[in-house]
């Protein structure tokens, strides 16, 4: 309503405009050519603008569309450059603990505890790829198209123009309608729906896992690569002969022959000229030489704080959106319902009603039905190891539980 009388006003606009270029007709009836012109402009504006259904989220959806186009084009066009991203990334850590790692585990580790990091090690970077390797080429779920018409549906796609089936959204960088969407994912390259939520889910978790192991069992080697090098900087900027300015007036306190660090003796000699104090250090025949520290072992230790940094941010930052994810698991939904469902939840509650999410079935249900788990092996041989089993349900119903269907034989 607020679009027709919109574009009322403007007819009405255009109206007085012309009648105020011909002032000699005002209070005229005007001519036909322009009736036509001002009945063509408005059936034109109404057919752009007007619709019964509009509200400020269309309005809202259509001022910023330009920006989300530009958004979705850029993520679409990154979006191999952060699968590779990741591949580098996990190839990187992969490298170091090979090649820095291992070797000195292999020299100082007990045999039990060697094979414990091997075991561990190694199940957790199977369970990594295979499941980054599902998320990225598995299809996330299609509906079927509109001639097959028994499917149950809940909407119309504006973009598809096809039926929506019951948690199906459509992604605008896709640009197709996904089952059971949860996000369009850029460092997958694709959407998160009904087929990869799991393999999806189940990387961030291994991840996550692999990113602690490495974080943990690094730190030791990380704050003693980090002392070295803070200790091998401290020595180059101490180097015999080349002046130290600005630290003058404190080094220059410094009698004589004063120990700098706690492993070389140097010999000060300090000087002031007109600008600021110069400080020369020189190494003196009687000290300790400094400790070796050849190129191999700085770039050894440039590699362990490398893998520790990485590690530990990642941890951080991927246990925070995997606790988030299994938060939404628990609870049966997906993160586009986490909007929608606490939309209608306070909707129903000024009318004094209670909201039940219907997708949720209890939180070890929905555990069971998102890891496709029917009987208790599964949890070994569907969680634990590599499983490219289908989930539970076809995406297109989700009238009723689907377990249901095929009961679970715990
Ligand atoms: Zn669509
Ligand atoms: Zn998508």
């Given amino acids: 309503m607020r679009w027709r009388w919109c574009a009322g006003s403007v007819v009405?606009?255009?109206?007085?405009?012309?009648?105020?270029?011909?002032?000699?007709?005002?209070?005229?009836?005007?001519?036909?050519?322009?009736?036509?012109?001002?009945?063509?402009?408005?059936?034109?504006?109404?057919?752009?603008?007007?619709?019964?259904?509009?509200?400020?989220?269309?309005?809202?959806?259509?001022?910023f569309e330009p920006l989300l186009w530009s958004v979705d084009y850029v993520t679409r066009w990154f979006g191999l450059v952060f699968v590779w991203m990741v591949v580098v990334l996990t190839t990187s850590i992969l490298l170091v603990a090979y090649i820095v790692l291992l070797p000195n585990a292999l020299r100082t580790y007990p045999t039990a505890w060697l094979?414990?990091?091997?075991?561990?090690?190694?199940?957790?970077?199977?369970?990594?790829?295979?499941?980054?390797?599902?998320?990225?080429?598995?299809?996330?779920?299609?509906?079927p198209s509109s001639g097959e018409n028994d499917v149950p549906f809940v909407s119309v796609c504006k973009k598809c123009v096809i039926p929506k089936p019951a948690r199906t959204h459509h992604c605008g960088i896709c640009n197709r309608c996904i089952l059971k969407m949860d996000h369009h994912c850029p460092w997958l390259n694709n959407c998160v729906g009904h087929l990869n939520h799991r393999y999806f889910f189940s990387f961030c978790v291994f991840m996550t896992l692999g990113c602690v192991y490495c974080s943990l069992n690094g730190r030791i080697r990380f704050l003693a690569a980090y002392k070295a090098l803070e200790r091998f900087k401290h020595l180059e900027m101490e180097k015999p002969g080349v002046p130290v300015t600005g630290m003058g007036p404190l080094i220059g306190l410094l009698p004589t022959g004063q120990v700098?660090?706690?492993?070389?003796?140097?010999?000060?000699?300090?000087?002031?000229?007109?600008?600021?104090?110069?400080?020369?250090?020189?190494?003196?025949?009687?000290?300790?030489?400094?400790?070796?520290?050849?190129?191999?072992?700085?770039?050894?230790?440039?590699?362990?704080?490398?893998?520790?940094?990485?590690?530990?941010?990642?941890?951080?930052?991927?246990?925070?959106?995997?606790?988030?994810?299994?938060?939404?698991?628990?609870?049966?939904?997906t993160s586009i319902e986490r909007h929608t469902n606490a939309k209608e939840k306070s909707r129903m509650?000024?009318?004094?009603?209670?909201?039940?999410?219907?997708?949720?079935?209890?939180?070890?249900?929905?555990?069971?039905?998102?890891?496709?788990?029917?009987?208790?092996?599964?949890?070994?041989?569907?969680?634990?190891?590599?499983?490219?089993?289908?989930?539970?349900?076809?995406?297109?119903?989700?009238?009723?539980?689907?377990?249901?269907?095929?009961?679970?034989?715990?």
């Avoid at 970077?125 to 295979?130: E, N, S």
Wanted: proline share 6%; aromatic share 14%; with cysteine.
């Fill in 12 to 63: 009405h606009l255009l109206r007085c405009v012309l009648l105020r270029v011909c002032p000699r007709r005002r209070g005229c009836r005007l001519p036909v050519w322009m009736l036509k012109t001002e009945a063509y402009l408005k059936l034109l504006l109404h057919s752009l603008f007007y619709n019964i259904l509009t509200d400020s989220d269309v309005v809202f959806d259509s001022v």
């Fill in 115 to 143: 094979v414990w990091h091997l075991c561990y090690g190694h199940w957790n970077l199977v369970m990594i790829v295979f499941h980054y390797y599902k998320a990225v080429k598995t299809a996330p779920g299609y509906p």
């Fill in 260 to 333: 700098l660090t706690n492993h070389t003796q140097y010999f000060c000699l300090c000087s002031f000229t007109d600008s600021a104090f110069f400080v020369f250090v020189f190494k003196t025949d009687y000290v300790t030489p400094a400790p070796p520290y050849s190129f191999k072992e700085k770039i050894m230790d440039k590699s362990i704080i490398y893998m520790w940094v990485l590690t530990s941010t990642v941890a951080v930052v991927l246990g925070a959106l995997t606790t988030w994810h299994a938060l939404l698991i628990s609870r049966g939904e």
């Fill in 349 to 410: 509650q000024k009318m004094g009603q209670v909201y039940k999410n219907p997708f949720n079935h209890g939180k070890l249900h929905n555990w069971k039905v998102f890891l496709g788990v029917e009987k208790r092996s599964h949890w070994v041989t569907r969680v634990l190891l590599p499983s490219a089993h289908s989930p539970l349900g076809d995406g297109l119903t989700w009238d009723s539980f689907p377990v249901k269907k095929e009961p679970i034989a715990v």
